[in-house]
């Protein structure tokens, strides 16, 4: 019987000899690649963990250059957080927070280079739109009306969209196209909360051209309950 067992166990550790054999290089290879992926995932959390941590001191540094209102050590630390944390939101952040400080200290064209940097580098959509819509605004204070319709142009995050259409009412009452303008201002006010504050400036735009908005609800509400009553 034991003689039996003996033989069974060879039979079994030839047949397992063989396996590896033949699937030995293969098994060890995807281990390897495995563990190897493994092992640069763990690298790169830990390297965005440690890009994030450094950018964030960064990002504390270009606060506080805004806040010494010292346009030299704005650029300096601005610069130096674009170079070395490009990729991060920190440095859309920070060149958020620059672009404010610039236009309070009368340099627009810092300002509105800092928003373009977001605009076009932002992989947020957040960030990306509210450049767009303040560089629209400084493009609007600028003349320049066809670059500053071309920012607010295309399609906004939900959230952004009665803003931006708002911003394209504002360039376009300021060339005159006052039936377009009209347009953009009811999309806004329609796209806008009617808790939102903002709704109530969009309304008074829209009054300066004719419109009151209220009033066209009320009357539209009231044509619909009595198509309700004639059915």
Do not use: C
């Not at 019987?1 to 000899?17: F, G, P, S, T, V």
């Not at 493994?38 to 001191?57: I, L």
């Not at 610069?79 to 920190?90: A, E, I, P, Q, V």
């Not at 708002?166 to 009452?173: E, F, K, P, S």
């Amino acid at each position: 019987m034991a003689k039996h067992l003996d033989l069974e166990e060879q039979e079994q550790l030839d047949e397992l000899k063989h396996f590896w054999k033949q699937y030995g290089d293969l098994i060890t290879w995807a281990l390897i690649a495995v563990l190897g992926a493994f092992a640069a995932w763990n690298g790169y959390q830990y390297w965005q963990r440690n890009q994030a941590a450094q950018a964030a001191v960064m990002y504390d540094e270009v606060e506080r250059a805004v806040q010494s209102g010292e346009l030299a050590r704005i650029d300096r630390s601005l610069s130096d957080m674009k170079n070395r944390f490009g990729s991060t939101t920190y440095a859309e952040q920070a060149s958020l927070l620059a672009a404010k400080a610039y236009y309070d200290k009368g340099n627009a064209e810092a300002s509105r280079a800092a928003l373009s940097w977001v605009a076009e580098q932002s992989s947020d959509e957040g960030y990306k739109a509210t450049a767009k819509l303040r560089l629209a605004g400084l493009l609007l204070e600028k003349k320049d009306y066809a670059e500053a319709l071309h920012q607010v142009s295309g399609s906004f995050p939900k959230d952004f969209a009665a803003l931006a259409a708002d911003r394209r009412g504002d360039i376009l009452a300021t060339q005159g196209k006052k039936s377009e303008a009209k347009t953009e201002y009811e999309k806004a006010y329609q796209g806008l909360d009617e808790r939102a504050e903002y709704r109530r400036l969009v309304e008074v735009k829209l009054n300066t051209l004719g419109v009151d908005p209220a009033a066209a609800k009320v009357q539209s509400n009231t044509t619909a309950s009595n198509s309700e009553v004639k059915k």
